[in-house]
């Protein structure tokens, strides 16, 4: 089968920036058609004028969008951390410190275990739309169990991201622990990366260290992102929009120059809805940064701790009721806005020559994402051209 022509889409999303207009970001196509050959797109168009090919689906009148580009998640773990989430629940504040018992459980874990956490994790992100998923270590924190959550999470993604720089590990000396992770560490782990990320928080790593880690990333290739301001006002976004980084993820507490700064670099500003919801923290003012000019992405940030969801419509929801963004304005941030965080331009949009990544919903308009949140709306998914099982 060499080609085949999806017809009779109600409405497509293209984000096709020909296609855009003020009044619709989403380049949005009505009874449209999309041609999908050698795994990118080949043609897109209305369905009257659609041309030949080797196999034909009717969409229905169905609404099709490109995949999900979930931009941050930290899939490589063992064990969960539902006791800390329920005390959470009943009042318990969150505090990153939690990290350290997903550490000793992914220690102990056999490759084999965390191999088949990430495959589980994988398939439950594609059963809900996700063709492109950015994975990190960082619950390793030695040089064997960084290098090896990375050499696993490579199987599953070419955008993988070291964070040796998570948290100092219980019985390390900050300083010393800086030096390892910008030194052995990134050595070892480096091979099996694209990104390099710090947290940079009060409580994780300060400003200077993160400029450190960030540093000895670049020097042998690797491009660097932060995890900032997520729990209080800290200087690592303002760090991120000087250094030009392409993401600077959370995003939760910020300053008036905070907003500027990002606006001025261009740097994409991650939002990450699902740890609000699971940490009952305010969310992120997305409207503040969206009217100041600030490219949004939105992600899941999939982890044992902060937010254990895989489901890119889940947060697509939370962004729309909880964060004041419109519909179209979070479907676009989820798709062409995570591609825009990994600096990527052939994903997150549908037109001719990008990856042929697209996901059939059971509705007749992408709004019904956040209209009829937790109803399972993903029809089928194409990966790379691929129509995916089950
Ligand atoms: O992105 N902020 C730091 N890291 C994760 C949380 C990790 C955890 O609690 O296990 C995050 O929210
Ligand atoms: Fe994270």
Redesign the pocket.
């Known amino acids: 089968m060499t080609s085949t022509l999806i017809t009779n889409i109600g409405e497509l999303v293209t984000n096709d920036p020909a296609r855009q207009t003020a009044d619709d970001i989403l380049g949005l196509v009505a009874d449209a058609a999309v041609v999908l050959e050698h795994g990118q797109v080949a043609w897109v168009g209305a369905t009257a004028e659609a041309p030949e090919a080797d196999a034909y689906v009717d969409a229905g009148g169905r609404a099709a969008i490109p995949g999900f580009v979930d931009s941050?998640a930290?899939l490589v773990?063992a064990g969960d951390?539902a006791p800390e989430f329920a005390a959470r629940m009943a009042g318990t504040p969150?505090a990153?410190g939690?990290?350290r018992t997903?550490v000793a459980a992914t220690r102990a874990a056999t490759d084999w275990e965390l191999t088949g956490r990430v495959a589980a994790l994988v398939t439950e992100m594609r059963r809900q739309g996700t063709t492109t998923v950015e994975i990190k270590s960082?619950?390793g924190l030695t040089v064997r169990d960084e290098a090896r959550s990375l050499a696993i999470a490579r199987q599953f993604t070419e955008e993988t991201t070291f964070l040796g720089a998570?948290v100092v590990p219980e019985g390390s000396e900050p300083d010393e622990y800086v030096a390892l992770v910008a030194g052995t560490m990134l050595e070892a782990c480096a091979p099996h990366a694209r990104w390099i990320d710090v947290?940079c928080?009060r409580g994780?790593f300060d400003a200077d260290q993160a400029r450190t880690v960030l540093a000895a990333g670049a020097a042998v290739g690797l491009r660097g992102r932060l995890?900032a301001n997520?729990?209080g006002p800290g200087p690592g976004v303002q760090l991120a929009a000087e250094l030009g980084l392409v993401a600077v993820?959370?995003c939760t507490y910020l300053e008036d120059d905070d907003v500027s700064a990002l606006a001025d670099s261009g740097t994409v500003a991650t939002l990450?809805p699902g740890?609000e919801f699971s940490t009952r923290q305010p969310y992120p003012d997305a409207r503040r940064l969206i009217d100041a000019g600030v490219a949004v992405a939105i992600a899941s940030?999939c982890?044992?701790?902060?937010?254990y969801t895989s489901s890119m419509p889940l947060c697509v929801a939370l962004a729309v009721r909880e964060m004041r963004m419109t519909p179209a304005e979070a479907t676009y941030a989820a798709t062409a806005g995570g591609a825009a965080a990994l600096d990527r331009n052939d994903i997150g949009r549908l037109v001719p020559g990008a990856r042929a990544d697209l996901v059939l919903l059971d509705a007749p308009s992408h709004v019904h994402l956040a209209y009829r949140p937790g109803v399972p709306l993903v029809l089928a998914t194409w990966v790379g051209g691929h129509l995916l099982d089950g």
Do not use: C, K
């Not at 982890?303 to 937010?307: A, R």
């Open positions: 941050h930290h773990f951390r969150y990153a939690g990290i997903t960082g619950y998570h947290f928080e994780a995890h997520q729990l993820d959370h990450l740890v940030d982890n044992p701790g902060s937010s």
